[in-house]
Structures are given as C-alpha cells and as structure tokens.
C-alpha cells in the first residue's frame, strides 16, 4: 500500500518533468471534458456523452490531419480544432434534438451515441483511415504541421492545455458576467420560473448550453490527437468522458474551479499509470476513487442543503 | 438464405434478448415506484463478475448465486444513496455507481486472476429442450431449446404482471411511482416499498449479467456489459413501463443484434461495425419514435422528501 502510493506521488509530482509531461498532458483533456460536463449541467442538460464528443472531435480533427497534410502547421492545426470542435457540436445536437423534439432523455441518448462514436472510430481506423500496411488499427503518424507547438524540446506539455485554460476563463467570465451566463443559470437553476418569468427562451438556451458542451468535449479531442498521441485509434479516450463528471463535479460546476479539479484528476490518472507500472497496482483503482468522490461529494451537498433549508411540513 | 439461417436468426434473438429482458423487467418494477435505476449497468457487470467467482467456486449454481448478490450489492449502493439515507440526485449516483462497479471489477478481476484472465473457462448453462414445444418449425428451437434464464423470463413476465396489476401491493407500487406524496397519505409505505423494488431490479440485473457469463460467453472481461444496462432501460420506455410490452421489446432488440447473422448469410458484405452499432441506433430511432408519445410514472427521478 505504502509502495503504490509513493509510486502514485512520484509518477504525479516527483519531478517538473513527472508534473509537465505526465500530470498537466493528462489534465488538458480532462479540464476539457470537465468544462463541457459543467456547462450542461448547469443548464439542467445531464450530458454523459462526453466520451462519445470527445472520439468524434478526435476522428474529425484526423480526418483533416490526413487530407489536408501538405498544409502550413499554421493553417493545418487550427483546422483540425475547429473541425473537432463542430464534430463534437454535432454529435451533441443529435441527443440536443431528440431531448427537445422527442423527449428523449440526455442520459440514455448521449450514452447510446458514445457506444456508436466508438464503433464509428473501430470502423475508420480498420477501413478509410488505416494505416497503408494494413497491420495495426490505427492512422499513419500525423505530419509534423498537424501537431501542436510544445513548451520546449524537454517537455511534452503542448499549447492545447493553455487552449483549454483559457476556455475556462472565458466561460468563467461568460456564465458570470453576461445576459447569456444569466439565461444559462436561470435556466438551469428552475425551468419553469425563468420560462414564467418570460424573458427567457428556455429550450434555445437548452439547446445552446448542449452544443456548447459537446463542441469543448470535441476540441479535447482534436487537441489529444494534434497535441499528445498524434494518430487515431481505438482506445483514444480511457474513459475521459466519465472522469469529467468528476471534474465537473467536484469544481461545483465552476468553470475557473474546473481549471484546479482536472489537475487534480490528472495528477491521480498520471499516478495511477505510473503506480501499475511500478507497484502493480491495477490503473482501474482510479475508477474507484472517481466514483467515491462523486458520492462523497452527493453526501456532502445533501447535508448542506438540509442544513439550510427550512425543514418541510 | 435457408431455413437453417432463419433458424439460427430466431435462436440468437431469443439468446440476446434473454439478459436484456430480465433486466428491464427488474426495471419497469423500479421505475414504476418512481425510481430511475441508471446504475443498471453497474449491476449487471457486477453480476457477470460475480458468476465467474461464485462459477469458480462453486460452479452453475454457485455461479447464479454469487451474480445474484452481486447485482443487489450495487442495488443496495443506490438504494442508500437515492432512496433510503441520502435521497441524492438519482441520474449522478447512478453513473457514479456505474463508475464504481467498473472501477471493482475491472481492480477485482486484474488482481484475482491476473494476466491468465483471458484464458480462463468456466462452466456453461446447457441447453434444455422443452418436450414436444421443441418440434415447432422454425421458432421450436428459437424458443424452448435454451438455458434455464430464458425459461426464467417466460415465468417472470407473466407473474410480475399480475402482482403489478392484480394485487393490493402491485396498485400501492403503481401510485407510489406516481404521487408519492399521496401514496403515503394513503398509508403507502412509499419509501419502504421503493427500497424493496431496487432490490428486485438488483436480482434481475445481477442474473441478467449471470446470463451473459454462464450462459453464453463462459467467460468473463472487463466492461462486458456493454451498455446493456442503459439499452434496458430505453427498452422500458418503448415496452411502455408494461411488463409484457417491455419482453417484446427486448425480443425487437435481440432481433437487431442478430441481424448480422442473417445479412452475412445472404453474402452481402458490410463493414461488421455496422451491425455492433445498429442496436445503439435502433434504441435512439425507436425512442425517438416513442418516447414523445408514452407517458413516464409522473414521478420518475424525482426525489421524493417526506
């Protein structure tokens, strides 16, 4: 026990490079996915679909990488994010018209559609996109002009984890400061009164929150495959989608605490690998410490709100 | 296509069919006290684990038994965070205790059996053919050649229905799910009642998962459930809450999995990822074609103060 958890420290914080190239490379996509899960919920939008998002955005940004490839970095890049970003949107749309015109719940739609994006990818990377020997399941190597700049030649922290700080930031201050971030809380906090209140268009403000929070999940993905593994294939997400819920979660559905929560979580999934390597640890123990938080934390905000709430008839 | 392919099209619907029905009743009995049970998926994988320790040991029955108490372990988890102590949001404490259940099983089943996990085999649930029933062309075999839990479901669904809509405790079940609130006017014991349907749902969903290893696979691997769980679910909907309606249901979706057996026949060659995802599809489509159009127990999800 003693030894997994040293192993788990050291592989998250024993050294800059242990806490650039392991920790914060692992964080990007989680602080991603967290914000997307903490906008959704927000607005009353229970998105599990971050997952599926998230491979979508990844397949899409390939999709450009591979055709586009005699393009300036650039031009090349930025492509492949926005191209993630609108897979991502769409993919999330689906589940955001079924809720709204077929009263389809979220959960079960967005968790169907995870289930399709990955066999959709199983698909590409063993069909159109495979590599040219036909061996392995996965995409040719990304050319160097479709990858993200890193911090130095020692590192292998990229500018997608500044991509995904600064998103956070500007949600922040958008959910804050703004008419929008006052609809999307309005609506998230009772639907019926901001819709009896008559100032708010609560399904367009629905529907908006959604596919913003696939879009974020979409670009996680572009920027995991630009910024860290640079091809496309199956297992591209060991499960991010679900972690974010944790994220999000555990920063209260605050987009700057999101920024904090996902290091955390980067730290404990960059540690865990390093303690299966080291100590034998099994890595699915991180699963387990997720879903105890989220509970702990369900306990937490349960006592809180019966604490302060005047005590029912 | 031959007779033989059709034959072996009705057999793999009633095959895959068979766990998804068995948890999906379990669930129409929770929902219908007002309980949306989405750790479902938590519960059938936990069962599938639990028949590979409980078949090691002990073998078929040992099996059933320990997928049995498995699948109420994780029921009993929900139950005490959304119904009986915390009353929490039912939607995150379930994928939270799905996330929980992939998190034990995947630790449990790496460190007890380690690498040798592939290989390992265990003993399966034959087939019983059911005397004379068994000679009917086409569906005979499909239908009454099949491992016990199928047989399970053919009592199950006809006796539910009947406690749901013909008993004293059934209509008490039903009001709960409701209007809480007026059920316990009504000296319902709502809470109580609600606590003993997501242990039903455990049972089913954990032989639900006891199904997909003893059953069928032999075996066990990590997130093996698939989205079961959540197809079952999405299965209640278009079944309509109703127990019989929910059986058809599941027998439509075994029927969309075991598709590919029958277009492989015909020689015509699709890409096989396909065929994995048209279940996910098909329950999205079918929803959207339903789910507008059937009303939920009106208190599905809602946390229920007292």
């Known amino acids: 026990m003693g030894d997994a958890l040293r192993a788990l420290l050291a592989g998250a914080f024993g050294s800059w490079y242990a806490f650039g ?34 491979i979508v955005g990844a397949a899409a940004a390939t999709a450009a990488a591979l055709a586009m490839h005699s393009l300036p970095a650039f031009i090349l890049v930025p492509s492949m994010l926005v191209l993630g970003f609108g897979a991502g949107a769409l993919w999330a749309w689906i589940a955001a018209v079924l809720r709204a015109r077929f009263h389809v719940l979220e959960v079960i739609s967005t968790i169907m559609l995870n289930f399709v994006a990955l066999h959709l990818v199983s698909y590409l990377v063993r069909g159109p996109l495979q590599e040219p020997t036909h061996i392995y399941p996965q995409t040719v190597t990304f050319v160097d002009a479709a990858r993200l700049p890193r911090f130095g030649s020692t590192t292998r922290l990229h500018l997608g984890f500044l991509v995904a700080v600064l998103a956070c930031v500007a949600a922040w201050f958008v959910v804050r400061y703004t008419a929008a971030g006052f609809r999307l809380r309005a609506v998230g906090a009772n639907p019926d009164a901001a819709r009896s209140a008559g100032m708010i268009d609560a399904a367009r403000t629905t529907m908006r929150a959604f596919l913003i929070s696939g879009a974020l999940a979409g670009l996680a993905g572009a920027i995991e495959v630009s910024g860290v593994t640079y091809a496309l294939y ?35 999934e960059a540690g865990a690998t390093a303690m299966q390597r080291d100590a034998g640890v099994p890595s699915v123990v991180v699963s387990i410490v997720e879903a105890l938080i989220i509970l702990v934390l369900l306990a937490l905000d349960r006592f809180r709100s019966t604490a302060t709430r005047e005590s029912p008839a | 296509v031959s007779v033989a392919d059709v034959t072996a099209f009705a057999e793999a619907t009633v095959r895959t069919a068979t766990p998804l029905a068995l948890a999906a009743v379990g669930e129409v009995v929770v929902e219908r006290a007002g309980v949306l049970n989405i750790s479902l998926e938590g519960i059938i994988l936990a069962g599938a684990f639990g ?40 939607i995150i404490a379930g994928t939270a205790i799905t996330l929980l259940s992939t998190g034990l099983t995947g630790t449990l089943y790496r460190t007890l059996y380690g690498s040798a996990g592939a290989a390992l085999t265990i003993p399966t649930a034959g087939r019983i053919a059911i005397p004379g029933l068994v000679k009917l062309p086409v569906v ?31 209509l008490g079940l039903r009001a709960i799910g409701e209007s809480p609130a007026a059920a316990d006017a009504a000296g319902v014991r709502s809470t109580h009642v609600r606590f003993v349907a997501v242990l039903f749902g455990g049972i089913l969903g954990g032989l639900a998962g006891g199904t997909l290893v003893l059953s069928q696979a032999g075996t066990f691997a990590e997130g093996m459930s698939a989205g079961r769980g959540f197809i079952a679910i999405a299965i209640v909907v278009l079944g309509r809450w109703h127990p019989v309606g929910v059986m058809l249901a599941a027998l439509l979706f075994g029927a969309a999995s075991a598709l590919q057996f029958l277009l492989q026949a015909t020689g015509i060659a699709l890409p096989y990822q396909l065929f994995l995802a048209l279940p996910y599809v098909l329950t999205l489509a079918a929803l959207a074609g339903v789910a507008g159009r059937v009303r939920a127990p009106a208190a599905l999800a809602r946390v229920h103060d007292h």
């Open chain 1, 234 to 268: 199956e297992n591209i997400s060991p499960g991010y989608g679900f972690t974010a819920i944790a994220v999000a979660l555990l920063a209260q559905l605050n987009p700057l605490a999101v920024v904090g929560t996902g290091i955390l979580f980067g730290a404990l």
């Open chain 1, 21 to 54: 190239s392991g920790t914060l490379v692992r964080a990007t996509p989680l602080i991603l996915t967290g914000l997307a899960v903490a906008i959704a919920f927000r607005a009353g939008v229970f998105n599990i679909g971050a997952e599926g998002q998230f």
């Open chain 2, 140 to 170: 005979g075999d499909a239908l009454f050649n099949q491992p016990a839990t199928t047989y399970l479901v053919y009592l199950i669904v006809p006796a539910v229905w009947w406690w749901m809509f013909r008993t004293h405790a059934g």
């Open chain 2, 51 to 90: 028949a590979l320790v409980g078949a090691t040991h002990g073998g078929l029955t040992g099996g059933f038994l320990v997928a049995v108490l498995s699948g109420v372990a994780i029921a009993l988890a929900f139950a005490l965070f959304t119904v009986i102590w915390l009353r929490a949001d039912q």
